[in-house]
């Protein structure tokens, strides 16, 4: 999950350069849009999108 998490940061930089901090939905919602498949190859949700940014947030502290 590390590994898939850390493969989608450039995508979420990206999303989040062009539009701002948006909500989850919002960000999940984009990533449908751009056929990002999750992690299990299901559709994107808001909750999804709050556990990728946290999981990215915790590898980033472990990184400092």
Avoid: K, M
Avoid at 40 to 64: C, E, F, I, K, M
Wanted: avoid cysteine; proline fraction near 3%; charged fraction near 30%.
């Amino acid at each position: 999950a590390d590994a898939f998490a850390l493969a989608l940061e450039p995508t979420l930089r990206e999303i989040e350069d062009a539009h701002g901090r948006i909500s989850d939905r919002r960000t999940a919602a984009i990533l449908i849009e751009r056929d990002v498949p999750t992690a299990s190859g299901g559709t994107w949700t808001g909750v999804q999108v709050a556990n990728l940014r946290a999981r990215l947030d915790r590898l980033r502290g472990l990184q400092a």
